[in-house]
C-alpha cells in the first residue's frame, strides 16, 4: 500500500516538473473593434432663399411735417396696419419684398378755432430692397406707393363737435413715399419690424379749406408672421 502512495506521489510530481517545463501555449485574445459610427451629413437650412408669403399687423404713430405754415403745428396720434406680405430672393443676402397693407394715418392740431383731428386711410404698396446684415438681422429701404382711400376731419371747439367724412372714389389723391426700416427675426416664422416712411410729395388740399398742404410721416412697429 506504501509503495502504490510513493509511486503515485512520484508521477504527481513527474507531471508538475514537465508542466514547467513546457510552456503552455498563449491564448490569443481577439479584440472586438466597435461598430463603426454613422456620420449623417446636415443639411443647413437656410430661410432666407426661399420664397415666403405672409401678413403684417402693426400700430402707426403718424404726424406730418412740412406743412408750409408756421402757425400750423401739428401732433401725432396712433392708427394700425395690416396687409400681406411677401419675401423673394435674388441673392444670399439680397431679396425683393414687395407689400399690400391698409394703413391708417393723420394727425391733430390746435387751431384758433378749437382742436382739429385728421385722420385718413391709405393704400399702401411698398416696394423694399431687403438686406440681410446678419443672421437674424435685416434691413430695408425701397419706395412706396400711397393710395388715400377715405378722411375723416373732427373739429371740435369746446361746444360743438363737428364730423366730416369724404371719401375718395376717383382715385386721384395717390402719392410716393420713401420707407426706411429694419427687421428682426424672433423665430422661422415671426418677424419684429419697425419702420418709417415719408411722403415724398405734398398731400394738397382742394384750395378752398383752411387747412395747409402737408407731408405724411409714420413710425411703424408691428409683427410679421412668414409662411413658407
Not at 500500500?1 to 508538475?16: D, V
Not at 373732427?154 to 382715385?171: L, M, S, T
Given at each position: ?27 490569443r485574445v481577439v479584440r ?190 408691428g409683427l410679421g408672421f412668414?409662411?413658407?
Open positions: 500500500m506504501k509503495k502504490l502512495l510513493f509511486i503515485a506521489l512520484c508521477l504527481f510530481m513527474a507531471g508538475e516538473v514537465s508542466a514547467q517545463y513546457y510552456p503552455q501555449p498563449r491564448r472586438r473593434m466597435p461598430p463603426p459610427q454613422r456620420y449623417e451629413r446636415r443639411q443647413v437650412y437656410n430661410d432666407y432663399m426661399r420664397p415666403s408669403i405672409g401678413v403684417a399687423v402693426g400700430a402707426n404713430f403718424s404726424n406730418t411735417v412740412d406743412s408750409y405754415n408756421a402757425d400750423f403745428s401739428t401732433s401725432t396720434i396712433a392708427g394700425w396696419h395690416v396687409g400681406l406680405t411677401s419675401n423673394i430672393p435674388i441673392s444670399y443676402s439680397f431679396a425683393f419684398a414687395p407689400e399690400l397693407l391698409f394703413s391708417q394715418k393723420g394727425y391733430q392740431a390746435e387751431t384758433t378755432d378749437g382742436n382739429f383731428k385728421q385722420r385718413t386711410n391709405y393704400i399702401d404698396i411698398p416696394l423694399l430692397a431687403k438686406f440681410k446684415v446678419v443672421p437674424g438681422f435685416n434691413f430695408l429701404i425701397g419706395p412706396q406707393l400711397t393710395f388715400q382711400t377715405s378722411t375723416k376731419n373732427i373739429y371740435d371747439d369746446g361746444f360743438n363737435r363737428v364730423v366730416e367724412n369724404e371719401y375718395d372714389n376717383r382715385g386721384d389723391k395717390s402719392y410716393v413715399a420713401g420707407v426706411i426700416g429694419i427687421s428682426v427675426d424672433l423665430n422661422r416664422n415671426v418677424e419684429l419690424r419697425g419702420r418709417y416712411n415719408i411722403d415724398l410729395s405734398r398731400n394738397r388740399t382742394d384750395g378752398v379749406s383752411l387747412l395747409p398742404d402737408y407731408r405724411n410721416q409714420v413710425f411703424q412697429l412668414k409662411f413658407n
